[in-house]
């Protein structure tokens, strides 16, 4: 691959990681970064991943092969603007945003639909900002492009290949189709966890009941609640029409329960229950996908003192990093005593082979 020059109009923790992935797979490249944040440039120019740290969209971008729109999605309009001025004929411009709509639209309002080939990096942490970006974070992820009509297909193959070589999985769609497709297996199941813990909420009792015994699968099923109130009211609010064509899908799917449940229909019950098993045992076991995959096991521990110690030694040994560590109390849907979460596919399987080795009854979630 010939020297390419990069821009990224945005360095938080997706612009950052991919700047940090070319600057790992491509050494050779050139990057030009601006970022509002002082800081993250300044970082950035320090660990060597950005060439130049412009302090505005200037000519300095007009060297580029390929521009990166990672600012916010409300912000990614008036870059447009910025960067038009700038944008050379040949250059590939992209972004990466959840939803890719809006994007569009204002890329054609702007003139620039035969540059334009939008992006969404299906990868994320709860961490944010340049200073948590990370060039692994784009591995095995599904990477969507969806080109605009007007895009050259040579670009878009060329684009393909680039985003293969940064080590995700290239996957192209239609724009519309990609806001669909996420809306039903990442928009949706945000807001229905945070319905869900919400009702939990509403239901509990003045102790707290239902809080000090939520575990097990209920913990599982609304871990995502967590997430930023900020960034899913914006996903609410620019891909609304499809989430809520689906809320009535998945209204409908609950009424089906209700129904059946009100009418003490075994048959009925059984067969929902079997085609949402048999379905849901037929995705990948890939950490791909808009929803974090969660590297998470259960050990199974003796009750007396030191057994905790003995187990975070062990790992310690090996600078093994722990995200999370608790003593599940409510078992009811899943083994071991003790719950840990790791940062890395990498360091749970490590994690489990030691643990293994040393005699411990291990669990892996399904």
């Known amino acids: 691959m010939s020297q390419l020059t990069f821009g990224f109009i945005g360095l938080g923790l997706i612009g950052g990681s991919i700047a940090k992935a070319v600057r790992e797979r491509i050494p050779l490249a050139r990057i030009v970064a601006y970022d509002v944040e002082p800081a993250a440039l300044a970082l950035a120019r320090q660990e060597g991943v950005a060439d130049i740290a412009a302090q505005k969209i200037d000519g300095q971008f007009s060297r580029c092969d390929y521009i990166f729109l990672c600012a916010p999605v409300q912000k990614n309009d008036e870059n447009l603007e910025a960067v038009k001025k700038v944008l050379s004929p040949d250059c590939v411009l992209t972004d990466v945003g959840s939803v890719k709509g809006g994007i569009h639209r204002a890329v054609e309002r702007a003139g620039l639909s035969d540059r334009f080939i939008g992006g969404h990096p299906m ?41 293969a070589s940064l080590g995700a999985i290239p996957l192209v769609l239609e724009s519309g189709r990609h806001d669909y497709v996420t809306a039903a297996i990442s928009h949706l199941p945000h807001v229905a966890a945070s319905s869900l813990v919400n009702l939990i909420q509403e239901q509990d009792s003045k102790e707290g009941v239902m809080r000090m015994v939520a575990a097990g699968g209920f913990k599982d099923i609304t871990r995502i609640a967590s997430s930023s109130p900020v960034m899913w009211q914006q996903i609410c609010l620019t891909n609304g029409e499809n989430i809520s064509n689906l809320l009535s899908g998945y209204i409908r799917q609950l009424t089906k329960f209700q129904s059946a449940i009100d009418r003490q229909d075994g048959e009925a019950l059984y067969r ?8 849901r045992d037929s995705f990948a076991d890939v950490s791909s996908g808009p929803i974090k995959r969660s590297y998470r096991l259960s050990v199974d521990i003796a009750d007396h ?52 080795r040393a005699g411990y009854g291990v669990h892996s979630p399904a």
């Open 272 to 279: 929902l229950f079997d085609d949402a098993r048999r379905y």
């Open 305 to 356: 003192a030191g057994a905790l110690a003995d187990i975070v030694t062990l790992l310690a040994r090996e600078n093994l990093s722990i995200k999370n560590i608790a003593i599940s109390h409510n078992r009811e849907s899943e083994d071991g005593v003790l719950q840990m979460e790791f940062y890395l596919e990498a360091s749970l399987e490590r994690a489990k082979e030691l643990l293994l």
């Open 123 to 163: 990868a994320g942490s709860e961490r944010t900002g340049y200073a948590n970006a990370k060039a692994a974070l784009l591995e095995n992820a599904y990477y969507i492009l969806t080109p605009s009509p007007l895009a050259p297909p040579e670009k878009v193959e060329a684009f393909q290949s680039l985003v």
